[in-house]
């Protein structure tokens, strides 16, 4: 039995599908009550104005999502899950027409189930951002931000599913970023596969390889990790900073993700070794500075001396900044109080790192690229997408606060 809004009132079993009609009216608030509907604010499917549907799960685990778009008018729908993870980008239906579309949403909480290998115990989420301003994230509910030009969504069926998963662990340039002007290649990944994968973005601002270990991110990920399952590592830029208060070096850095790495394999996991991109800074002559060169190279030594998949983000985030040139590249990034933040992306920079990711994927033939979308059409660092052509529905909520790290 299914959960149709306005009508069926029977609770479903867990592993029925929810059904969900907007042509009906009134819409309704969501409410603990009813465990569903839209979060107070702009109303449902009004040109510019994001509207967000929330629905509570009986478990954590991967959900696929099927959304019918479309209306007596033209429109155009983007879709985005949890913390503006991009899932469809500017879906265009004529006029009477209808499409339907599908994508998978990882939905997770905080508790970390024993395994062999890992004790129970829970994430220690950071105070109060991950509690109360990232729960979203967390809270064993999906949320979907329905925005786009004219956004026109008809219906939703969610339901869940066994299908592979993509963990990602790291720092601000891999965690989802929940307001705008900043974002990350790990809430652009999403986007890039087939709706028979789940990303899983366990990154999280200002955090090292050391920082995963103490507040068991890196546990949690075990927990629930199946095997064949991929996970992307890519810390650096705050691990480089633990040798100016003498905690640490690339050393015990390459020791660090060592420890990481033979935990997701004794789970039957695939990890993957991502080296951090580089913060965007050209010295007079319009040439690039590496900055991050030691921990590239560390990143890259551990995955040789491994055996394991590795993608060089770091040598390619250079290609991609010196096609672009001092000028242009300012376009991959935000803008903070009057001065651009040179490390961290907005929503142009993180598509173009996403795509560089997935590229990575595809050339060190790590399996799960084979489920890519094949529309992506071709990915060069030299050859990045222009700014001037790239356009993404913002999110509604705005910051000037930057990210932790650097």
């Excluded at 954590?60 to 007596?72: D, F, K, M, S």
């Excluded at 299908?163 to 002007?181: H, I, K, N, W």
Aim: neutral net charge; proline residues 7%; hydrophobic residues 40%.
């Amino acid at each position: 039995m299914s959960l149709c809004l306005g009508g069926c009132v029977s609770q479903p079993r867990a592993a029925d599908p929810l059904s969900f009609n907007f042509t009906t009216s009134p819409e309704p608030t969501y409410s603990r009550e009813r465990g569903s509907g839209f979060e107070p604010g702009a109303p449902h499917n009004a040109a510019g104005q994001p509207s967000f549907f929330t629905v509570d799960l009986p478990a954590e685990g991967n959900y696929r999502v099927t959304a019918t778009l479309g209306g007596p008018a033209a429109s155009n729908t983007t879709i985005k899950a949890e913390l503006r993870r991009l899932m469809l980008d500017g879906v265009p239906v004529t006029a009477g027409a209808t499409e339907t579309r599908s994508f998978i949403v990882n939905v997770r909480t905080a508790t970390i189930a024993a395994v062999p290998g890992v004790e129970a115990g829970v994430v220690k989420l950071k105070e109060p951002r991950e509690s109360k301003d990232e729960i979203w994230a967390w809270d064993q509910r999906i949320t979907l931000e329905i925005n786009g030009s004219r956004p026109a969504l008809r219906g939703l069926i969610i339901e869940p599913v066994q299908v592979p998963t993509v963990f990602l662990l790291g720092d601000s340039t891999v965690a989802d970023q929940s307001r705008e002007p900043y974002s990350s290649w790990g809430q652009m990944l999403t986007a890039l596969f087939k709706p028979t994968v789940a990303v899983a973005n366990h990154a999280q601002s200002g955090e090292t390889f050391r920082d995963s270990l103490a507040r068991r991110r890196i546990d949690k990920i075990l927990s629930v990790m199946q095997p064949g399952d991929t996970v992307l590592l890519q810390f650096g830029h705050n691990d480089q900073k633990q040798q100016k208060d003498g905690s640490g070096n690339a050393d015990s850095y390459k020791a660090e993700l060592r420890t990481h790495a033979e935990r997701i394999l004794a789970r039957g996991g695939v990890p993957v070794v991502v080296s951090s991109m580089e913060r965007r800074n050209f010295d007079a002559a319009g040439r690039l500075k590496p900055s991050l060169t030691e921990y590239a190279d560390a990143a890259r030594v551990v995955a040789q001396d491994m055996k394991l998949a590795f993608i060089d983000l770091n040598a390619m985030s250079q290609q991609f900044y010196a096609a672009l040139g001092p000028e242009r590249s300012q376009a991959a990034h935000p803008m903070n109080n009057g001065k651009l933040d040179n490390t961290h992306h907005n929503n142009y920079g993180a598509m173009q790192l996403a795509r560089l990711v997935a590229l990575g994927l595809r050339e060190a033939r790590v399996p799960v690229a084979a489920q890519l979308r094949d529309d992506l059409g071709q990915i060069d660092p030299a050859r990045p997408l222009p700014p001037e052509q790239f356009r993404v529905a913002a999110s509604p909520g705005f910051t000037q606060q930057r990210p932790l790290g650097d």
